[in-house]
Nanobody, 115 residues
């Protein structure tokens, strides 16, 4: 069964840090690009960062220099280290991948940044 399970969200003050984790089924993890998306209230879901199986990464301009995406291929895990958090980073964060032409999403984890 294909699964993505996020964890690590919470409440943090502006300037603080959080680390999100996503546990993926081995079936979908090994060769697939993994992504973090986020959705703030009243806004569309947006891409935050992506990482290919070969470790090439990309980031949204709004998080460049503050967020770091990484993956552990041996553990089928992907991470999002979020530093210098801002109130505008408040959102539900989702782990995402595409496997055999199907989209897979985790249940999301809430990140709230207070000013």
């Amino acid at each position: 069964q294909v699964q993505l399970v996020e964890s690590g969200g919470g409440l943090v003050q502006a300037g603080g840090s959080l680390r999100l984790s996503c546990a993926a089924s081995a079936t979908i993890f090994k060769f697939n690009t993994m992504y973090w998306y986020r959705q703030a209230p009243g806004k569309q879901r947006e891409l935050v960062a992506g990482i290919m199986s070969g470790m090439t990464t990309n980031y949204a301009d709004s998080v460049k220099g503050r967020f770091i995406i990484s993956r552990d291929n041996a553990k089928n895990m992907v991470y999002l280290q979020m530093n210098s958090l801002k109130p505008e980073d408040t959102a539900v964060y989702y782990c995402h991948t595409v496997h055999q032409l199907r989209n897979y999403w985790g249940q999301g984890t809430q990140v709230t940044v207070s000013s």
